[in-house]
């Protein structure tokens, strides 16, 4: 089985200079159950049977890992350039 890529939107990006942040990811479909792999085929997750279909399901796959390492909470605060005073 070929895995298939996807990107994952992690953070939208803002004016500015934040560009946002994207997670790359990969899944193969076994039956009615999605499993997230490595770029290889490996697997490297959980499985879980098909929602909607099977891209929507490997994202949540992936959101839900990321998120069990608290990345959203902890990742980098870009703050703004400040102005100088006029």
């Known amino acids: 089985m070929t895995a298939q890529h ?17 997670a790359e990811g990969w899944y193969v479909v076994k039956g009615s159950r999605v499993l997230l792999t490595d770029s290889a085929g490996v697997p490297i997750g959980e499985e879980r049977e098909i929602d909607r279909d099977a891209l929507t399901t490997a994202k949540r796959l ?3 890992r990321l998120d069990s390492k608290h990345r959203a909470f902890n990742r980098r605060i870009e703050y703004p350039k400040a102005r100088r005073p006029i």
Do not use: K, S
């Not at 939208?12 to 560009?19: F, I, K, L, R, S």
């Open 6 to 22: 996807f990107y994952l939107t992690i953070a939208n990006p803002v004016p500015g200079d934040d560009v946002g942040e994207v």
């Open 62 to 64: 992936l959101r839900a």
